[in-house]
């Protein structure tokens, strides 16, 4: 099996399972919504950590993985069970945090632990569990010993702060049949074979990721997410959402994917700023996401003539045209905070590491900003409330030809809600989106994710096969 190591930073590397760790899911579940699962644990990892990663990794294969892990000089793994990912970049950060602690002891690993006293069988909850690579890298099948926990739990009276073999021990369960446990409880059995402690996950790691429990209301949640919400109106999809906030609240992070248009509103980028080169770019296609479009425009302002506002988020779009016509260049999260309530939404409002901070330092100075920012809302500006994998035809009609276009798609085409509802569609549409704009235009350069892969400022007239 072929493992795509993709490296970030180098004490952690996440990784996500081929194989089915919750057991209900594996049982009740469709193969379509095991997908989806996978599929939001794997967008979490790649968009939601500042670590490496692996993903779709089979357990089989999980050991030499994690000795080459160790060998490469990565301190811990994460792996993660489907339908739970991070939702903050800074979980990396608190999981060192929580290592320089779990340290001070001889520790295995790190999960949600269970340990409900009539069982006398600890289990980790298949979210994630945090393995401590310089003292284990082989997972095996041993038997269940005795074991000690801590008096102090998380919550309730069946999660304890760390559990360690009792000395002396005996066996409770003897060693597994192949299959009859998950991978996760495969380790907590490891650690407790070599002797070593198993700690909780802290607070600080538990506040930056999510799970949606996906072994309740697994009819239900199929039934909903599968549903075609395209055509419904705005109000309908944000009375949709206040259901899910109050029925369903473990499933409030896959129905945000599910309908991003009225849940997640991005003010800044959760990305570094980029750097762009090109130079003679006349017209420019972007979404109404954070401040970095206009890093994609500043080294072409000579030249530049159009800028096409394209998002599905009606409340973005709105936001946009409220920040071209009316922002000075300063003090952007005041000017926010003063105008929020201009747009009528209810949803996140996502501040991510692109900080408004970072995109003035990006600049010499605040003035080169400016007189950039004074050019940028002289060119012509159309803004369109559009869905561009469903009618980029739309978009198409507005690019005036023979120019050189910038197509900034950021990752709109790998965003969880079109493939919920358009599939393989997605990556079709957004082909055939390239393609006819590079029809009409001189050149093209593309910015962002398409078909699986991520381009940076890529001229597609050398690219035939895009």
């Given at each position: 099996?072929?493992?795509?190591?993709?490296?970030?930073?180098?004490?952690?590397?996440?990784?996500?399972?081929?194989?089915?760790?919750?057991?209900?899911?594996?049982?009740?579940?469709?193969?379509?919504?095991?997908?989806?699962?996978?599929?939001?644990?794997?967008?979490?990892?790649?968009?939601?950590?500042?670590?490496?990663?692996?993903?779709?990794?089979?357990?089989?294969?999980?050991?030499?993985?994690?000795?080459?892990?160790?060998?490469?000089?990565?301190?811990?793994?994460?792996?993660?069970?489907?339908?739970?990912?991070?939702?903050?970049?800074?979980?990396?950060?608190?999981?060192?945090?929580?290592?320089?602690?779990?340290?001070?002891?001889?520790?295995?690993?790190?999960?949600?632990?269970?340990?409900?006293?009539?069982?006398?069988?600890?289990?980790?909850?298949?979210?994630?569990?945090?393995?401590?690579?310089?003292?284990?890298?082989?997972?095996?099948?041993?038997?269940?010993?005795?074991?000690?926990?801590?008096?102090?739990?998380?919550?309730?009276?069946?999660?304890?702060?760390?559990?360690?073999?009792?000395?002396?021990?005996?066996?409770?369960?003897?060693?597994?049949?192949?299959?009859?446990?998950?991978?996760?409880?495969?380790?907590?059995?490891?650690?407790?074979?070599?002797?070593?402690?198993?700690?909780?996950?802290?607070?600080?790691?538990?506040?930056?990721?999510?799970?949606?429990?996906?072994?309740?209301?697994?009819?239900?949640?199929?039934?909903?997410v599968f549903a075609n919400l395209d055509q419904l109106p705005q109000d309908q999809l944000v009375r949709i959402m206040s259901d899910v906030r109050i029925n369903y609240p473990d499933k409030i992070a896959m129905f945000?994917?599910?309908?991003?248009?009225?849940?997640?509103?991005?003010?800044?980028?959760?990305?570094?700023?980029?750097?762009?080169?090109?130079?003679?770019?006349?017209?420019?296609?972007?979404?109404?996401?954070?401040?970095?479009?206009?890093?994609?425009?500043?080294?072409?302002?000579?030249?530049?003539?159009?800028?096409?506002?394209?998002?599905?988020?009606?409340?973005?779009?709105?936001?946009?045209?409220?920040?071209?016509?009316?922002?000075?260049?300063?003090?952007?999260?005041?000017?926010?905070?003063?105008?929020?309530?201009?747009?009528?939404?209810?949803?996140?409002?996502?501040?991510?590491?692109?900080?408004?901070?970072?995109?003035?330092?990006?600049?010499?100075?605040?003035?080169?900003?400016?007189?950039?920012?004074?050019?940028?809302?002289?060119?012509?500006?159309?803004?369109?409330?559009?869905?561009?994998?469903?009618?980029?035809?739309?978009?198409?009609?507005?690019?005036?030809?023979?120019?050189?276009?910038?197509?900034?798609?950021?990752?709109?085409?790998?965003?969880?809600?079109?493939?919920?509802?358009?599939?393989?569609?997605?990556?079709?549409?957004?082909?055939?989106?390239?393609?006819?704009?590079?029809?009409?235009?001189?050149?093209?350069?593309?910015?962002?994710?398409?078909?699986?892969?991520?381009?940076?400022?890529?001229?597609?007239?050398?690219?035939?096969?895009?």
């Amino acid at each position: 099996m072929e493992i795509k190591l993709i490296i970030r930073e180098k004490e952690i590397c996440h990784i996500s399972l081929r194989d089915v760790v919750c057991k209900d899911v594996e049982e009740q579940a469709s193969d379509d919504y095991i997908g989806l699962l996978k599929t939001l644990t794997d967008i979490g990892i790649s968009l939601g950590t500042n670590g490496s990663y692996v993903l779709q990794v089979g357990a089989n294969h999980l050991g030499d993985l994690l000795r080459s892990l160790k060998h490469f000089g990565f301190k811990v793994a994460v792996i993660w069970a489907e339908g739970s990912w991070s939702d903050d970049p800074d979980i990396d950060k608190e999981i060192l945090k929580s290592v320089k602690e779990w340290d001070k002891e001889e520790w295995g690993a790190a999960g949600h632990i269970l340990d409900r006293p009539l069982y006398k069988e600890p289990k980790f909850h298949h979210q994630c569990v945090v393995l401590n690579l310089r003292k284990l890298t082989e997972i095996i099948e041993c038997p269940l010993w005795e074991h000690d926990s801590s008096n102090e739990h998380m919550h309730d009276d069946y999660t304890p702060m760390w559990i360690k073999v009792r000395s002396p021990a005996k066996i409770v369960k003897h060693t597994a049949r192949n299959g009859e446990i998950n991978v996760f409880d495969k380790i907590l059995r490891t650690c407790l074979e070599n002797k070593l402690t198993v700690f909780n996950l802290d607070y600080n790691i538990r506040g930056k990721k999510v799970c949606v429990y996906p072994e309740d209301d697994i009819k239900w949640t199929e039934e909903k997410v599968f549903a075609n919400l395209d055509q419904l109106p705005q109000d309908q999809l944000v009375r949709i959402m206040s259901d899910v906030r109050i029925n369903y609240p473990d499933k409030i992070a896959m129905f945000e994917f599910k309908i991003q248009s009225v849940t997640n509103l991005y003010i800044t980028n959760t990305e570094t700023v980029p750097h762009v080169v090109d130079n003679d770019l006349q017209v420019a296609v972007c979404p109404c996401s954070g401040l970095h479009q206009f890093k994609f425009i500043q080294p072409s302002l000579d030249v530049m003539e159009k800028v096409i506002w394209a998002d599905y988020s009606p409340y973005a779009v709105k936001w946009m045209e409220i920040l071209v016509h009316e922002w000075n260049g300063k003090d952007f999260h005041t000017f926010f905070d003063n105008n929020k309530d201009r747009l009528n939404y209810d949803g996140s409002v996502i501040n991510g590491h692109g900080t408004w901070e970072k995109f003035l330092e990006s600049f010499e100075n605040e003035d080169e900003w400016l007189i950039a920012w004074a050019k940028i809302r002289n060119l012509e500006h159309q803004f369109i409330d559009v869905n561009l994998v469903n009618d980029y035809n739309k978009v198409v009609e507005l690019i005036p030809a023979n120019k050189n276009v910038l197509l900034q798609c950021s990752n709109i085409f790998l965003y969880e809600s079109n493939y919920f509802n358009r599939g393989p569609l997605t990556a079709v549409n957004s082909i055939d989106y390239v393609k006819q704009v590079r029809n009409i235009s001189n050149k093209v350069i593309f910015n962002g994710d398409i078909n699986g892969s991520y381009y940076d400022m890529i001229n597609t007239n050398r690219l035939k096969w895009i």
